[in-house]
């Protein structure tokens, strides 16, 4: 099973929201990961969780806040999003963050609108 | 800084002929690299790896080939059918980190 998945998957939320996005993989993967990707583009890496410690932040705004409450979920925390942040959000996973370079498994991604 | 591109942004064919998507890659260190397919409206689905010790790879109707001389990838569809419509995006991997190409849009033509 390299089945990862994502709720909800569509979200409209105002400029004033909370709301979270969740991911779940039950492989048995110890690294999980958040992307954003834009219409015609590829994913943007946000966040790598590493053993449900954060090890990578490209630099995201804080309006975006990760959660790794174990080792199958993660979460995305969202507050004042700007509707530029309006995109498909998708959750990946991996066996570890092996030097030589892991199969990431994604999920089907959460389309995220900003009004 | 490193990246990884696609050739061609569009790639119309008809049914039943053979695809062939190219990417180029920056970073000759680079040790692993994947093909995805991304269906409208959904997330990147893991086609075909391969790892620079290896010129190629095959799978199911698809073969990944790497000329690590010119840093080079290529995915070859045989075949090609209506269900293979799609954006495929190579990635080089290392280090948690995927970089991936600015993605193909192939279209099957019945």
């Known amino acids: 099973d390299t089945e990862v998945t994502q709720t909800p998957k569509h979200l409209v939320m105002g400029m004033t929201n909370k709301k979270s996005l969740k991911c779940e993989q039950h492989?048995?993967?110890?690294?999980m990961y958040w992307y954003k990707q834009k219409a015609k583009k590829p994913p943007e890496l946000m966040f790598v969780?590493?053993?449900?410690?954060?090890?990578i932040n490209e630099s995201v705004p804080s309006r975006f806040s990760p959660e790794c409450p174990n080792s199958s979920l993660l979460n995305l925390h969202l507050h004042a999003l700007q509707p530029e942040d309006s995109a498909l959000y998708l959750c990946?996973?991996?066996?570890?963050?092996?030097?030589?370079?892991?199969?990431?498994?994604f999920g089907p991604g959460t389309r995220l609108l900003v009004l | 800084g490193e990246s990884v591109g696609l050739h061609l942004p569009t790639l119309s064919v008809q049914e039943g002929d053979n695809s062939i998507i190219n990417c180029a890659y920056s970073?000759?260190?680079?040790?692993?690299f994947i093909w995805y397919k991304q269906e409208s409206g959904k997330g990147p689905q893991f086609i075909i790896d391969?790892?620079?010790?290896?010129d190629k790879r095959q799978g199911q109707r698809v073969t990944v080939l790497l000329n690590k001389t010119v840093k080079h990838l290529s995915l070859q569809i045989a075949a090609t059918q209506p269900g293979d419509s799609a954006v495929y995006f190579c990635?080089?991997?290392?280090?948690?980190?995927?970089?991936f190409g600015q993605g193909t849009e192939l279209s099957v033509k019945p």
């Open positions: 990946a996973s991996s066996q570890g963050l092996g030097e030589r370079g892991e199969t990431q498994y």
């Open positions: 492989m048995g993967h110890r690294a």
């Open positions: 969780y590493s053993y449900e410690k954060l090890s």
């Open positions: 970073n000759s260190a680079s040790d692993y």
């Open positions: 391969i790892r620079s010790n290896m």
């Open positions: 990635a080089e991997n290392g280090g948690g980190k995927l970089i």
